[in-house]
């Protein structure tokens, strides 16, 4: 592994421990050029994924852009990174296993709002508000609305 600080290509890995539920591995690095230390993580990777955007455009998955739309979403709620992070191990695990390569960014969004539709309702309303690119106040009232109804199933007598 090259260090990010003097691009040494030979550092050492001075520990190593289970991380993310055991979907991956922290390694704490050493460079013996200049003694920096860093974090690395390793993870398994069943299959290259390809995002399919709605233009048509194919873009490699990006972990990382995933995991950085949910916490945007998250921000100052009461949800932690730990919770973040399980989230996007979840919804990566499931894309990987779909056995599909390319995947429609449509699919990934409804994962994202599902789960965040499970932990946070403000957060879920953020994520949705530009997933499905609400533009008037009324598409966001139609949209709460809804949450209500499936939040409060109504009442036989």
Known sequence: MKCPFCGCDDTQVKDSRNADDNTAIRRRRECPECGSRFTTFERIQLRELVVVKKNGEKVPFDR???????????????????RVQKIVNSIQRQLESSGESEIPSGVIGEYVMDALSKIDHVAYIRFASVYKDFREVKDFEDFVETIDKLAKPEIKE
């Open 64 to 82: 990382d852009k995933l995991e950085k739309s949910i916490l945007l979403s998250v921000r100052k709620r009461p949800v932690d990174a730990d």
